[in-house]
């Protein structure tokens, strides 16, 4: 055997050998997305992404930590090495696999328009043209009413926290706003100052932009770590219990199981 393989198996097997001794992993988050994550009173974090995540370690003999950061920055952040994996309701997007890997598809949510009760309005470009639409800073969903709507005369209006849209939007200086509907559910509707608005009209379509499911974000080429973390997502999704059991806890039931 040449040298040059031999090498090159040794230091194969040296990567396996640290991934397999690896007990540990940095989730990466914006905690600012109840009910997928978001800080209690005490300060200590919660929601459907923090238990989830809890349970995947679980599987993949992992302890897991956690770092806080913008929901646009994470994908820097990630590759700047300051955490390890990001778990932060991302959905998987041909334009974000380009910067990252992905694990398997871990669950599904639709995407829909929130607005004012009794306003007919649509989500569509024709029926919002001339209104603002208030959309999470480098999301899919601006990505979406960015391709889709503004073209078309849409406002679409960009920020960097989903409280502060569902703020403008109480107060009258938004008309609408497209998110996650779980996220739309708990966060806003299910709540005092979500009493007077609702969801409209059928969710959003687009799984280029929007993609095929929310999973876990690495970077390029630890692949061995992605593989860890896939076996212990489908042992979760096979037993089928944990996530039925969260989405009743955090989503009213909602199904969020990946549509195969």
């Not at 800080?39 to 200590?44: M, S």
């Not at 956690?66 to 991302?90: C, H, Q, Y």
């Amino acid at each position: 055997m040449k040298l040059r393989n031999i090498i090159g198996l040794a230091m194969g097997l040296l990567v396996t050998q640290q991934v397999l001794a690896q007990d540990s992993i940095r989730y990466g988050l914006e905690a600012l997305y109840p009910p997928f994550e978001s800080k209690a009173p005490d300060g200590k974090l919660v929601g459907f992404d923090i238990a989830l995540g809890n349970a995947i370690c679980k599987q993949a003999d992992l302890k897991c930590s956690w770092v806080e950061g913008a929901f646009d920055t994470l994908i820097p952040a990630l590759k700047a090495r300051k955490f390890d994996v990001i778990n932060s309701a991302m959905n998987i997007t041909a334009q974000r696999a380009k910067a990252i890997d992905f694990t398997i598809p871990i669950y599904q949510v639709p995407t829909q328009l929130i607005v004012h009760k009794g306003v007919k309005l649509l989500p569509n470009a024709k029926s919002l043209k001339g209104k603002n639409i208030g959309v999470l800073q480098a999301s899919i969903q601006q990505i979406y009413a960015v391709k889709h709507w503004q073209p078309k005369g849409v406002n679409v209006v960009a920020y960097k926290d989903q409280n502060q849209v569902y703020e403008d939007l109480t107060s009258g200086r938004l008309d609408g706003t497209l998110v996650m509907s779980t996220a739309g559910q708990q966060g806003f509707l299910d709540k005092p100052e979500g009493k007077d608005f609702q969801f409209v009209g059928k969710p959003v379509i687009d799984k280029k932009i929007l993609g095929v499911g929310i999973g876990y974000g690495l970077r390029k080429g630890d692949d061995k770590l992605r593989e860890r973390l896939n076996s212990a997502i489908r042992a979760i999704q096979k037993d089928g219990k944990i996530i039925p059991k969260l989405s009743k806890e955090y989503f009213g039931g909602l199904d969020v199981s990946v549509q195969h």
